[in-house]
């Protein structure tokens, strides 16, 4: 099942990538969906139970989602570029990125795992995941390539993305409980 959704999502992925690159807005809104998209499926795999596999699921997921982006904007994607530079950019996101090594170790503690398991790490991937495929977006709209991507330059847009995604999840929350409190 997994084979066939990939497959049909690849699909997708490459007929949009060749109609809507006539059309900015289509394809800057089609590339937001997948960054939203990328980052609620990093927050599930956030919620594997073994160490280390999350981890590496988390970084498999950004992975493609840049190779997703490369062919929406048509930028040609080296897999060994495309691991470098989210590593790059996920180093500069260190308080970022060393908690979800760290919520992803305390899934071997009992008791603290399942805290870990169900609230930190999936928050923590998710946010991560929509702050480097934001980052990627506004590079690529701006004509840029994987070859000329410098992660430092993102920094300060990157802290930015992160504390929108958290600021939608707090609003999420609190929308989901004044909605269920109303008559």
Request: glycine letters at 8%.
């Amino acid at each position: 099942m997994a084979d066939k959704s990939s497959a049909s999502m690849n699909s997708a992925a490459e007929a949009v990538a060749s109609t809507s690159a006539d059309v900015p807005e289509q394809r800057d809104q089609v590339a937001a969906k997948l960054v939203d998209r990328f980052a609620i499926w990093s927050g599930v795999a956030g919620l594997v139970p073994i160490p280390v596999v999350d981890v590496l699921a988390v970084g498999g997921l950004q992975l493609q989602m840049l190779r997703r982006l490369s062919q929406i904007y048509g930028v040609d994607f080296s897999e060994n570029r495309g691991k470098a530079l989210i590593a790059a950019l996920a180093g500069c996101m260190i308080p970022a990125t060393s908690g979800m090594g760290a919520a992803s170790a305390l899934k071997a503690v009992p008791v603290i795992n399942i805290l870990a398991a169900g609230f930190i790490m999936p928050v923590l991937s998710a946010g991560a995941t929509y702050a480097i495929g934001k980052a990627f977006v506004q590079h690529f709209e701006s004509g840029g390539t994987l070859l000329d991507f410098n992660p430092p330059d993102y920094r300060d847009f990157v802290k930015a993305q992160k504390e929108m995604w958290e600021s939608r999840t707090r609003g999420r929350s609190t929308g989901s409980t004044t909605a269920t409190s109303s008559p």
